[in-house]
């Protein structure tokens, strides 16, 4: 392979012209001649036995098609990695000539942007003292119990917020049935917002048994076009209703959803995995004003494919969340009315941060000489593993080495921000504006006066019913 030419264009594309020599091209042609040549049939021959003079005269445009197509991704790769360029979406290619004796192409591509990092040491920015409180454990306890809580059966009363409430329903607009709209036996919590705004609060008030219409509006944005908009007519029926009955919180209760045995156990640990969680939080906060910071230091002309990809990926996530509850995208608009393009935009924002953040810290690294050892490596698998109770064989043969090994050097990169950044007090900030207020005040005084001129640490757990506490503090 020869890289003739890497040319600049706008937008950080290039065009990388590349030669595949005879040499190189000759042995490939071979393995895919051997592949069709036993099936092809030649006048005047057996099958599979007529000279390969005789078969290329008829096929040979064929087997260089698809030679070239099984010796272009290798060719690019190394023509990419000469030319030290990392494409960020698939290339457009154009095969200008090609031949037994090789072939010619050229690849247009959008590459990484270059980066230009101005200020990355000596940076400011605010930190929080970690901070908890009694409500905050007394909330926690009632996920708890939310948690722990039964489902029982009413029958003497109509429906109420926050019931579960089992229902068959029938969509129609303009008397018409749509598809998509019916459903039975469907649990629907009232309250939470899984229907079209309106419904649920339709079914408040009606008992078990009762036949109801639900009238409703599409929101403009519906991802069904014929029904964005227009009113709706449910024909709906309750087959059951459930309330939450909650358990009481004493030692019982404790003994059930953890490893303690009395509730003060059980608050003195909540307290401590929310201190922990709160001083991870403020960590967190203060990471994300330092790379605020750099962002700010930061010149980049991002290309817009990178972001798309970003996004795509950020559907993708929100998708698998979905799916792990039994959901899946397409349910999830008819349910919210919300559309993919819309879902889109909501993301492109934070999609955009995430990948000037990205290079502006892989080219911190890149200025810094940061890499990953084996050892870190070997580290991160291991944390993995143990997190996702796999066996690091297993973590290895599922996930991306070099990818895993970028994210090592970019979290090296962060804690070099760090190391060199001076953590500013929150309160030292608030504590500074009254000095200037009254300031302001002396100055205003003083210009009214004169002649105008002009215009506690918690207690270390047991070790029994571990498993049951392990989401004590992970309540949400």
Same mark, same amino acid.
């Given at each position: 392979m020869k890289l003739v030419s890497c040319n600049k264009l706008e937008n950080n594309k290039v065009a990388l012209e590349v030669t595949v020599t005879a040499e190189e091209f000759q042995p490939v042609l071979d393995v895919v001649y051997r592949k069709h040549a036993k099936e092809i049939t030649i006048p005047g021959f057996r099958k599979g036995k007529a000279p390969r003079a005789y078969v290329e005269k008829q096929y040979g445009d064929y087997f260089i098609e698809e030679a070239v197509n099984d010796m272009y991704p290798q060719a690019y790769e190394e023509a990419c990695g000469e030319a030290n360029v990392t494409p960020v979406e698939a290339a457009q290619v154009e095969v200008k000539e090609a031949s037994k004796d090789g072939?010619?192409?050229?690849?247009?591509?959008?590459?990484?942007?270059?980066?230009?990092?101005?200020?990355?040491?000596?940076?400011?920015?605010?930190?929080?003292?970690?901070?908890?409180?009694?409500?905050?454990?007394? =909330?926690?306890?009632?996920?708890?119990?939310?948690?722990?809580?039964?489902?029982?059966?009413?029958?003497?009363?109509?429906?109420?917020?926050?019931? =579960?409430?089992?229902?068959?329903?029938?969509?129609?607009?303009?008397?018409?049935?749509?598809?998509?709209?019916?459903?039975?036996?469907?649990?629907?919590?009232?309250?939470?917002?899984?229907?079209?705004?309106?419904?649920?609060?339709?079914?408040?008030?009606?008992?078990?048994?009762?036949?109801?219409?639900?009238?409703?509006?599409?929101?403009?944005?519906?991802?069904? =076009?014929?029904?964005?908009?227009?009113?709706?007519?449910?024909?709906?029926?309750?087959?059951?209703?459930?309330?939450?009955?909650?358990?009481?919180?004493?030692?019982?209760?404790?003994?059930?959803?953890?490893?303690?045995?009395?509730?003060?156990?059980?608050?003195?640990?909540?307290?401590?995995?929310?201190?922990?969680?709160?001083?991870?939080?403020?960590?967190?906060?203060?990471?994300?004003?330092?790379?605020?910071?750099?962002?700010?230091?930061?010149?980049?002309?991002?290309?817009?494919?990178?972001?798309?990809?970003?996004?795509?990926?950020?559907?993708?996530?929100?998708?698998?969340?979905?799916?792990?509850?039994g959901l899946d995208l397409n349910t999830y608009f008819q349910y919210t009315g919300e559309t993919l393009p819309a879902m889109r935009k909501t993301f492109a924002e934070q999609a955009e941060r995430h990948v000037r953040i990205r290079l502006a810290l892989e080219k911190i690294a890149e200025l810094e000489g940061l890499t990953a050892t084996h050892e870190d490596v070997d580290k991160e698998i291991a944390k993995i593993a143990e997190m996702y109770h796999m066996d690091e064989k297993e973590v290895r043969e599922n996930m991306p080495l070099n990818a895993l090994s970028q994210d090592i050097v970019v979290n090296k990169a962060i804690e070099l921000i760090k190391a060199n950044a001076v953590a500013e007090p929150v309160g030292a900030e608030k504590e500074k504006k009254p000095a200037k207020k009254t300031a302001a005040k002396k100055t205003a005084k003083k210009a009214e006066e004169a002649p105008a001129e002009g215009a506690e640490e918690a207690p270390k757990k047991k070790t029994t019913r571990k498993k049951k506490a392990e989401e004590t503090a992970d309540a949400e």
């Open positions: 072939f010619t192409f050229v690849a247009t591509v959008t590459v990484k942007p270059e980066v230009e990092v101005k200020n990355y040491k000596g940076l400011k920015a605010p930190k929080a003292e970690a901070k908890i409180n009694e409500a905050d454990v007394e =909330t926690t306890l009632a996920q708890l119990r939310d948690r722990a809580a039964r489902l029982v059966t009413i029958e003497d009363r109509p429906a109420q917020m926050n019931d =579960t409430v089992n229902i068959n329903f029938e969509g129609f607009a303009d008397g018409v049935a749509f598809e998509g709209g019916k459903g039975e036996g469907v649990d629907l919590v009232l309250g939470s917002g899984h229907f079209i705004p309106g419904f649920e609060e339709q079914i408040v008030g009606h008992s078990t048994g009762d036949s109801f219409d639900v009238t409703v509006t599409f929101p403009e944005e519906y991802h069904a =076009t014929d029904l964005a908009g227009k009113p709706a007519v449910f024909k709906t029926s309750i087959n059951s209703i459930k309330e939450k009955q909650l358990p009481e919180l004493d030692d019982d209760f404790v003994k059930d959803v953890s490893e303690f045995d009395t509730l003060d156990e059980l608050k003195a640990d909540i307290r401590a995995r929310l201190m922990e969680r709160a001083e991870a939080k403020c960590e967190e906060d203060y990471e994300n004003g330092l790379v605020s910071a750099v962002l700010e230091n930061t010149v980049i002309d991002l290309p817009q494919c990178m972001i798309d990809t970003r996004i795509d990926e950020m559907v993708q996530d929100f998708d698998y969340r979905l799916r792990s509850q």
